[in-house]
Structures are given as structure tokens and as C-alpha cells.
């Protein structure tokens, strides 16, 4: 009798974890089909065509949860916009990048700062730096490009110095993979994101940045 019921019960845990696995493969399913391209990121024209193969070199997916509605760089631009006519210093969410449900579990965040003045001092060390904007740095988890901006959306005659970061957003780990080509990839990430907001503010010369990214050692 005994056997019996540790036979039933294990019975019943197997088909509870048939279901379970049932019902993760349909979640799964579903994340995938409302998922969306990188071009489709961050309101669309965020992510170029380069950085969205950057983007799936450095998740390993091709696809992505969709961002939300205020989760754009128009939004990001108007924010800092704003925070400029009241302050020269100020920062914010562009937005973040999530790997849909069923696949390893990335987090890109993208940030802008706001600053009155071109930057000074030296790099962090853990940046490898890139002639790019005024300053531009890029690692195996994250990277940055900043650039001067004059327009008309940004009241006064002395230029905004805005820094676009791309981190992982997750907590600091040894990153995995071929470190050369993730700092690549996150700089392409970076740039694509730092010349969207350039065009959306509105910047003369697109703030100094080149339509495509360079890799080249500043």
C-alpha cells in the first residue's frame, strides 16, 4: 500500500511538472511573437542597423521585449530639453533593452547626463577610449559617447555636453565571450543611441558625431 501511494505520488509530481513545463514553453511562445526587432527599440531610429547586430552579438538574441510607450528618445530628448532650460547639469532614462521570455535574461540600460562643461581629467581605467564625439570610452559591459550640442531646443549660446551610457544592468560579472568584439559592439550601441539623440535635439553637425562608428584608439 505504502509503494502504492509513493508511486501515485510521484505520479502526480510528474504530471505537475508536465504542466509547469507546459505552461513556461506557452509563456515562452507568447514572449516570443509579442517581441520585436531592434529597429523597433527605443521609439525606432535608435538602434541602426549596425547596432542592432551589436545588440544581438552582445544578448545573443535577435529579438526583444517591446519598450514603453514614454521609453523613447524623443521622450529622453525632451526631458533633458527641459532640464536644461532650468539647470546646465541634470540626467535621465533613455530606455532598456530586455531579452524576451525564454531566453538568457539580458538587461541593456541606456542613460543620458547632462553637463555644462566639455569633459576633463582622464578616462577610467576600465575604458578603452575612442575618437568619437569629445569623449567616448568602451568596455566588455558598457560604453559612452559624449558630444557638444547647440540648438535651438537648448536655450543660451554655450553648447550642452550630453554623455549617452550603455551598461548591462544587471549586477557586475565577469562578461562572457570574446572581449575585443563586445567593446566593439557596445560602442556601436552607444553611438547609435548618442547620434539618435543629437538629430532628435536637434544638434549642428549632429553634435560632432559621424553618421557610423569608429573604433579607431583616441
Wanted: net charge negative; charged share 25%; with cysteine.
Amino acid at each position: 500500500m505504502r509503494r502504492a501511494s509513493v508511486g501515485l505520488g510521484a505520479t502526480v509530481l510528474l504530471l505537475a511538472g508536465v504542466v509547469g513545463c507546459g505552461e513556461e514553453k506557452s509563456r515562452a511562445e507568447e514572449a516570443w511573437e509579442q517581441s520585436v526587432s531592434p529597429d523597433r527599440l527605443c521609439g525606432g531610429a535608435a538602434v541602426s542597423a549596425r547596432a542592432g547586430e551589436a545588440l544581438e552579438m552582445i544578448t545573443g538574441s535577435s529579438r526583444f521585449e517591446a519598450s514603453g510607450r514614454t521609453s523613447t528618445v524623443a521622450d529622453a530628448a525632451k526631458d533633458l530639453s527641459d532640464q536644461f532650460t532650468s539647470s546646465v547639469t541634470g540626467h535621465g532614462d533613455v530606455c532598456r533593452v530586455f531579452t524576451p521570455v525564454g531566453v538568457p535574461d539580458v538587461d541593456l540600460r541606456i542613460t543620458w547626463r547632462l553637463s555644462g562643461s566639455a569633459p576633463k581629467g582622464g578616462l577610467d581605467p576600465r575604458y578603452t577610449a575612442l575618437d568619437m564625439g569629445e569623449l567616448a570610452g568602451t568596455a566588455p559591459d558598457r560604453a559612452f559617447v559624449t558630444f557638444a550640442c547647440r540648438s535651438g531646443k537648448l536655450p543660451g549660446a554655450a553648447p550642452a555636453h550630453v554623455d549617452v551610457h550603455v551598461n548591462y544592468g544587471a549586477l557586475p560579472t565577469e562578461p562572457e565571450g570574446d572581449a575585443e568584439a563586445l567593446k566593439d559592439a557596445y560602442a556601436t550601441v552607444a553611438h547609435s543611441f548618442a547620434l539618435a539623440m543629437a538629430k532628435e535635439l536637434t544638434c549642428e553637425n549632429d553634435g560632432g558625431l559621424e553618421p557610423r562608428p569608429t573604433f579607431d584608439a583616441d
